[in-house]
């Protein structure tokens, strides 16, 4: 029985996880970690901080020649694409109806970038992993694309997140104390109104930074049973504490610029200061330990 081309979607704030999530996921046979598809068109087809030698480079540039599209087209996608995917253009789309003609046009592109993407690929790989994170992407994306679409949304302990957010040697622009939490708060209101939306259609599991990386073989199991796909040879991989390939990462996390990596276990988050408590009793109820 031919096995047809499928999406996994992770859904998160920033600084959730998510790179790490689909790297982990990616190990399994027949599975291709892709990272942040969102940015193709503010990258212009261009994976950034890769050596032109690398296999993701080459990888990305076989996509982007399957595309044909060229750089100037690009900037037009990405106006297009900034009306359907982040975080305000979801909330406007909740409440108002968009321009027929985007939409169409938002449509074409991605739905010819995917089919790009599965196009390049082995053909032992049928499914791909998206860790664009945005809500508002995951919820247009499950209205149009011809492939199955399972979704998992990734949350972290709120005092772990604004404490990263605090940091300014990594990819992601960092955010003050207050910006961070207001930051937590809406993105992940915004993940909870789009997977009570996406599991009427589709499967959605919902997990933990902190499982990830202490109990990532119970954490796999659960997703391959949740959205019924094999994550056999990851999971035997930690197992065996052999070190996990990076594959094509478009972006994402500066993890992806590395061969291959580790899980590390978590040490466990200590409220050292009144802001700290203040993060974790004001946010308790978008994540729960």
């Keep these: 029985m031919e096995v047809k081309p499928k999406i996994i979607y992770l859904i998160g704030a920033g600084r959730s996880g998510t790179t790490l999530l689909d790297i982990m ?5 027949g599975i291709e970690s892709c990272g942040e598809l969102n940015r193709y068109p503010r990258r212009k087809g261009v994976p950034p901080k890769y050596a032109k030698n690398t296999k993701q480079a080459f990888f990305w540039s076989d996509v982007y020649t399957k595309l044909g599209i060229n750089p100037k087209d690009l900037n037009q996608v990405e106006k297009v694409n900034d009306q359907f995917e982040y975080h305000k253009s979801f909330i406007k789309r909740l409440f108002t109806k968009q321009n027929k003609r985007d939409l169409e046009s938002y449509q074409k592109f991605q739905i010819n970038l995917f089919y790009s993407i599965f196009e390049v690929l082995p053909n032992h790989k049928k499914t791909i992993v998206d860790s664009s994170k945005y809500p508002g992407r995951a ?16 949350r972290r302990d709120p005092v772990s997140v604004v404490q990263s957010f605090s940091k300014k040697d990594v990819e992601q622009p960092s955010k003050g104390w207050l910006a961070a939490n207001i930051y937590y708060a809406v993105v992940n209101t915004l993940c909870f ?10 499967k959605v599991v919902t997990v933990t930074y902190e499982d990830m990386v202490n109990q990532p073989v119970k954490m796999l199991s659960e997703i391959e049973k949740m959205l019924d796909v094999d994550l056999k040879s990851a999971i035997n991989k930690i197992k065996s504490n052999t070190p996990l390939s990076v594959g094509m990462l478009f972006d994402g996390n500066r ?3 590395k061969d291959e990596i580790v899980v590390q276990p978590s040490k ?3 409220l050292r200061s009144i802001k700290d408590f203040i993060v974790r009793y004001i946010q308790f109820f978008l994540y729960k330990p």
């Design 255 to 257: 993890i992806r610029l």
């Design 268 to 270: 466990s988050i200590k």
């Design 139 to 154: 919820v247009i994306l499950s209205k149009f694309l011809p492939y199955e679409i399972a979704y998992i949304y990734i």
């Design 193 to 202: 109104i789009a997977i009570n939306m996406l599991k009427r259609k589709h």
């Design 25 to 29: 996921i990616g190990n399994a046979e």
